[in-house]
């Protein structure tokens, strides 16, 4: 995946995909898959500013149930075996406990028949043999399992609990750099660091657009027979400039965010607790008025998310204060009072503005479904539309619906959509394991069998692309791959291989070397001045990327 900026100016797309987020990685790849020439531009990099910001779930639509939307049920049920399909090394079944908080007789019997409901609408959805979903029993458990399971799960007017299967996505940044390399490898033309600065208009139809190279301050403009908006946050700053201020009618920001805790909570299983507990009458995950916090596993730690704030900041200025971070972890405490949470053991702070619609009353709507715009039926304005969502399970369906419309619009003969049974270039295996296994043995004399997981598990089948870049003079010995010739490999893996730009592309997005605040610390230095030798930064350079990294860590603003 290669950043070559000639190329943009030098054609006219069918599709310039503005912003590259999880959506907009999507219709690239999606539009690519059926031969359409695309380009996609993201201001910053690929997927760093609201899809980071993840519960690293992804959802199968049990709680769809709530208001018996039985069909979206289904549909976010295929959805996640469609992406454990697309990435199983990235995405993996996972147990989640809802404690059910009341003892009414019939309250209790509707929980089981939806749990049986789930399981019918699950019927025929193309389960694959390595998604691993045939382990788990989704069912109705006592009290006492309950108790068993999670032994510090608030216990008074506890009855029993639901224990069903979603599915943990270990890295929303891998995926969103692999759904990027999958559409550069169909032909779409990518770039990071490169912003709209304006729409191109002709006959009031939108040609393209006008663009900056944030990189270096170099201006260019990319033709395109259509242009779609995916900017989620800034969908409405990028609409008003155009000359007659568009925007999209009601469309706002809520502030969300998820906190890192320094422990696990829950015993290794995901922990839905209704913001309510103290009211057993209210404390229904049926209901629609229910507000539930998930908690997460998550290497050897929990997340704990989602807090929605609506917001009228820039989208530009997102910011999280300590006193937000207390109030949500009051939340929490109430509804898992021995955890006892306190700001010191909150280690990082996963944030962004997502897009809502507003009521009349201008009151979000947290759970809104996805819209796509065809701004000449709303604006009179042809060749450009808008996609928008704020669920990271529906990117992909939203993406073969707007490239659907998209191609119907330009008078092509509808080609079907082939993403959901095509893998990403990253996997190349029929069976995770199994790969893994002979992976390991392949790599013996070069790798530690922890090495080779550790890489399968980030970079899937992709991973010998890493290995390329490792300085074989330093092995010939069982195992003498060290783990820092092994970062640097990916250091410069991420740099020639998948556009890396920035320090930060590199630690929070390429690689898992943010995970740890206390050895990046020390390690820092090492990993910039490798890219430094790479990208030719001088010292003042150096630095500022040092420090762009460690402001990342400092929680509250």
């Known amino acids: 995946m290669k950043r070559q900026l000639e190329q943009l100016s030098d054609k006219e797309y069918d599709i310039l995909v503005i912003g590259g987020g999880i959506f907009g990685l999507f219709i690239a790849w999606d539009g690519a898959l059926r031969g359409l020439s695309v ?26 149930l709530q208001s018996l939307d039985l069909w979206n049920s289904r549909r976010s049920i295929k959805e996640q075996r469609i992406f454990m399909k697309l990435a199983p090394h990235l995405v993996s079944p996972m147990p989640v406990i ?12 509707s929980f089981a028949a939806a749990v049986r409901v789930y399981d019918l609408l699950g019927i025929g959805l193309g389960e694959s043999k390595q998604s691993g979903l045939e382990k788990f029993n989704n069912r109705v458990i006592s009290r006492e399992e309950c108790i068993k399971m999670i032994p510090d799960i608030e216990k008074n007017n506890l009855s ?41 208009i002709k ?50 920001i809520l502030k969300a965010f998820n906190v890192l805790i320094n422990r696990d909570l829950t015993n290794g299983y995901a922990l839905g607790l209704n913001s309510q507990i103290n009211s057993p009458e209210k404390a229904n995950l049926l209901s629609k008025s229910s507000r539930y916090l998930f908690i ?37 405490n109430t509804s898992y009072p021995a955890v006892s949470l306190k700001t010191d053991d909150v280690e990082f702070v996963y944030g962004g503005f997502v897009p809502t619609y507003l009521d009349r009353n201008g009151k979000a709507k947290i759970g809104i479904k996805n819209h796509i715009h065809d701004h000449e039926k709303e604006q009179g ?19 073969q619906k707007t490239v659907d419309l998209v191609i119907r619009k330009m008078g092509k003969t509808l080609r079907p959509s082939n993403a959901e049974s095509t893998t990403l270039n990253c996997n190349k295996f029929d069976e995770l394991e199994d790969y893994l296994n002979r992976e390991i043995d392949k790599n013996k004399g070069l790798l530690h069998p922890s090495q080779t997981r550790k890489l399968i598990y980030t970079y899937g089948a992709a991973y010998g692309g890493v290995l390329k870049y490792i300085d074989r003079s330093k092995a010939g010995h069982l195992n003498n791959i060290d783990n820092d010739s092994l970062i640097k490999s990916q250091i410069i893996y991420a740099i020639k291989e998948e556009m890396a730009q920035k320090l930060t592309d590199v630690i929070f997005r390429r690689t898992n070397l943010g995970l740890n605040f206390e050895n990046l610390q020390n390690n820092l230095t090492q990993y910039s001045r490798i890219m430094a030798k790479e990208l030719n930064w001088d010292d003042s350079r150096i630095k500022m990327e040092e420090d762009e990294v460690i402001s990342r860590f400092k929680i509250f603003n």
């Open 296 to 332: 997460t596993p998550w290497n050897g730690k929990s997340l704990i998310g989602t807090e929605y704030l609506l917001s009228n900041l820039d989208p530009d200025n997102f910011k999280v204060t300590r006193e937000e971070i207390s109030s949500f972890l009051d939340d929490i």
């Open 203 to 252: 006959d009031n139809k939108v040609k393209g657009a006008a663009v900056r190279d944030n990189l270096t301050g170099d201006e260019f403009e990319i033709r395109a027979r259509v242009t779609v908006n995916s900017t989620g946050p800034w969908l409405n700053h990028l609409l008003s400039r155009l000359d007659n201020d568009y925007s999209v009618e009601g469309y706002g």
């Open 381 to 399: 304005l042809s060749g450009l539309f808008s996609a928008t969502g704020n669920k990271y399970t529906e990117a992909r369906i939203v993406a």
């Open 39 to 64: 380009a996609l531009i993201d201001k910053g990099d690929f997927g760093g500013a609201t899809s980071s910001n993840s519960l690293r779930i992804i959802h199968g639509g049990f709680r769809h």
């Open 160 to 200: 029993g609990g639901i224990l069903f299967t979603d599915c943990q996505l270990s890295n929303s940044e891998r995926l969103s750099i692999q759904v990027a390399s999958s559409a550069f490898k169909e032909g779409a033309h990518l770039a990071n660091y490169v912003e709209a600065l304006s729409l191109i």
């Open 98 to 109: 809802i404690p059910m908080y009341s003892n009414n007789f019939l309250k209790n019997k």
